[in-house]
């Protein structure tokens, strides 16, 4: 075959005819793990997600060659590293979480469900540090400066002082970023910013990726520190998270439930500190309040009627206090209801058959509902004793210890009926102690299996811990 430039001159075969322009090519990129392909497939190729795949338009690169000039690596005792003081948010909270307060030209990623509150931990993150005397920006593709400002009056501190920029392209936002050279900003949305060179629709992986990453990329180079806020999608994960979790420094979690006035901060990464601290905050009339007492709270909350007991639950290296409520009730449904808010569910189901199966106490085809009350969520093996417990009490209709004071409790349960041992007992029991709790039943020579727990707990008797 040939290719005829028209001029009637030479003829050009056409597989040495190399177009100048770039052409723009087409990839299928996966909305939940980003996996690219050239074709649509139904399922993913790579974490077969259903229906995930959207098309994205990229130009090639101009074809030139790439640089191979090697690199002179050097010695780590030979780099320059800067240290800096860490920035405080003036919330302690945050700053706790962070690791001790914001380190200058870190990026710090911060996910939540819709309405969870992060605008407003942000704004009032920013207004404390402007009232501090440090230059900050907020840019925001969700709301608009007006409504920014609404929210703002109701907050404490100087976030009426924090500079605004209401703004979607992502280019106007780094022209913006370079131009202002704020020391912290916030960017809120990651999912609103949109690069204009790239076809697919704000949010998508590609465009999360890419505003991401020239963020970053601004914020190291200018030593910008940037809270970049994220939603989570239905299933609770950060949208495109394995995009974003590698590029960033610290990635915060947060969680609760709208209705509920607690929230919980936690850290899933953090380059600069532990990931095992948690954050208590309160949502009230003038923006987020922080809890530092937070067992102190949920123990006063804590009834003493059958179906409740109190969880020493560890978040972290903090022993927290929260109790769970139990209900068992006759059900018409098959199969049968099972809730659980704030526990994992396959934990509820594997405590239910254990506490059936080696315990005596069968819910059989009632519905159970467990509960963490106040909103919060624990995610350890510690909880199982206190689910096993309560929801023993909310069965039999009997009030754990004899209802004169709340029954506190942690331990696993194992699939043989056992107890076994769990993190930090030590801190647990002391924190139970600290509020008056007794008896406090926890895996021991006594209390070695579920079994004699149970009789402990609803015989009212004193059980010594491990
Ligand atoms: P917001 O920070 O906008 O959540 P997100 O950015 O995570 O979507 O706030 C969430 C909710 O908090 C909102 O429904 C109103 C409520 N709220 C208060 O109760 N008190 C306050 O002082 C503020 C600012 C908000
Ligand atoms: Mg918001």
Known sequence: MTFADGGGGENVRLATYVPRVPKPTTVFVCSACATESAK??????GCGAWNALAEETRTA????APSRRAARPVRLAE??????DRLSTGIGELDRILGGGIVPGSLVLIGGSPGIGKSTLTSMALGNLQGAGRRTLYVSGEESAAQI???AERLPGAALEVPVLAETDLDTVLATLDAERPEVCVVDSVQTLHAADLTSAAGSVGQVREVADRITRLAKARNIAVLLVGHVTKEGALAGPRVLEHLVDCVLQFEGERERTYRTLRALKNRFGSTN???VFEMRQGGLVEVADASARFVGEATRAPGSVVLAAMEG???????????????ELVPPRRVANGIDRNRLALVLAVLGRHAGVGVGSADVFVNVAGGVRVDEPGADLAVALAVASAARGVALGGGESPVACFGEVGLTGELRSVGHPDRRLAEARKFGLSPVIAPGEATATLRQAL????????????
């Open 61 to 64: 690169p101009n074809g030139r």
């Open 40 to 45: 649509w497939h139904g399922q993913c190729p």
């Open 317 to 331: 290296s903090r022993p927290l206090l929260v109790e769970v409520q139990a209900l068992v009730s006759p059900s």
């Open 149 to 151: 400002r609404l929210r």
């Open 277 to 279: 601290d948690v954050g």
């Open 79 to 84: 780099v320059q590293a800067e240290r800096h």
């Open 455 to 466: 009789k402990v707990a609803l015989g009212g008797r004193q059980a010594r811990a491990a």
